[in-house]
T-cell receptor, first 109, second 113 residues
Framework: GQQVMQIPQYQHVQEGEDFTTYCNSS?????IQWYKQRPGGHPVFLIQ?????EVKKQKRLTFQFGEAKKNSSLHITATQTTDVGTYFC?????????FGTGTRLTVIP | EAGVTQSPTHLIKTRGQQVTLRCSPI?????VYWYQQALGLGLQFLLW???????NRGNFPPRFSGRQFPNYSSELNVNALELEDSALYLC????????????FGPGTRLTVT
């Protein structure tokens, strides 16, 4: 069945360092969505990518959708303590939204 | 605009009991989704309702059930509670279908003792 995997599972960075999480799907996706869940909070929608090779930026966050529409990445430049949380990618199937396993980011001040 | 709301916030139940969780979607959204998130883990898809119909369910036993009302609000029922049902239950809403982004409620933290 369809699977969406993310690596790494955990990432600890010093404040100011960059961070990247990678998402890989076993099947081609019509789109990829990214969510952020702060500790003790609920997932919050960040962005959706639709086109092959698409790149979108939100301030220090850069999102990419692979050419084959099977992988994606989220890159954070110069992390801040406000970036802490778990980042999930998600890809739609026929009757489900398959969430990745998530990458938990810790930022050390 | 009001976001997705869920009630109650927290719940403590005893093994074998039954529980009902409630969710009100964002106005205009017809789809409601339920997820289970065990402590520190990922999101496990439970149920999807759209236009009052159950469209899909995840790999959970039949004691997990629910419904969607004409105003698109939804209930999740869990019967014969087991200890491993302790988790955060998240409701999300969207326009119909999985190509749309989902907006999550704050969740209901269920503890089964």
């Amino acid at each position: 069945g369809q699977q969406v995997m993310q690596i790494p599972q955990y990432q600890h960075v010093q404040e100011g360092e960059d961070f990247t999480t990678y998402c890989n799907s076993s099947t081609t996706l019509s789109n990829i969505q990214w969510y952020k869940q702060r500790p003790g909070g609920h997932p919050v929608f960040l962005i959706q990518l639709v086109k092959s090779g698409e790149v979108k930026k939100q301030k220090r966050l850069t999102f990419q959708f692979g050419e084959a529409k099977k992988n994606s990445s989220l890159h954070i430049t110069a992390t801040q303590t406000t970036d802490v949380g778990t980042y999930f990618c998600a890809g739609p199937g026929a009757n489900n939204l398959f969430f990745g396993t998530g990458t938990r980011l810790t930022v050390i001040p | 605009e009001a976001g997705v709301t869920q009630s109650p916030t927290h719940l403590i139940k005893t093994r074998g009991q039954q529980v009902t969780l409630r969710c009100s979607p964002i106005s205009g959204h017809t789809s409601v989704y339920w997820y289970q998130q065990a402590l520190g883990l990922g999101l496990q898809f439970l149920l999807w309702y759209d236009e009052g119909e159950e469209r899909n369910r995840g790999n959970f036993p039949p004691r997990f059930s629910g419904r969607q009302f004409p105003n698109y609000s939804s209930e999740l029922n869990v019967n014969a509670l087991e200890l491993e049902d302790s988790a955060l239950y998240l409701c999300a809403s969207s326009f119909g279908g999985f190509t749309y982004e989902q907006y999550f409620g704050p969740g209901t933290r269920l503890t089964v003792t």
